[in-house]
């Protein structure tokens, strides 16, 4: 992990094309400014792990259900 220390007003910049400004800090709380390309997608951490965790299951039941369909398959071929 990178570590940079920035004061309110104060930017970075990621490749040529984000920039995160520190806008205010006020106690435990931050504020960012993001400069983005319109097609770059942003989620807040609790967002994106739930998002990740909802393909994981969609994929293994997706799994399960060829399993189940196979199975189906063989024992209508073996009649």
């Known amino acids: 992990m990178l570590i940079l220390t920035r004061r309110p007003g104060e930017a970075l910049y990621l490749d040529d094309n984000i920039k995160i400004t520190v806008l205010s800090v006020q106690g435990r709380q931050v504020k960012l400014g993001l400069e983005i390309p319109a097609e770059t997608t942003v989620y807040r951490e609790e967002v994106y792990l739930k998002i ?4 994981r299951l969609a994929l293994e039941n997706r799994q399960q259900d060829l399993l189940a ?3 189906l398959w063989q024992k209508k071929e073996r009649k």
């Open 52 to 55: 990740k965790e909802q393909n």
């Open 69 to 71: 369909a196979t199975e």
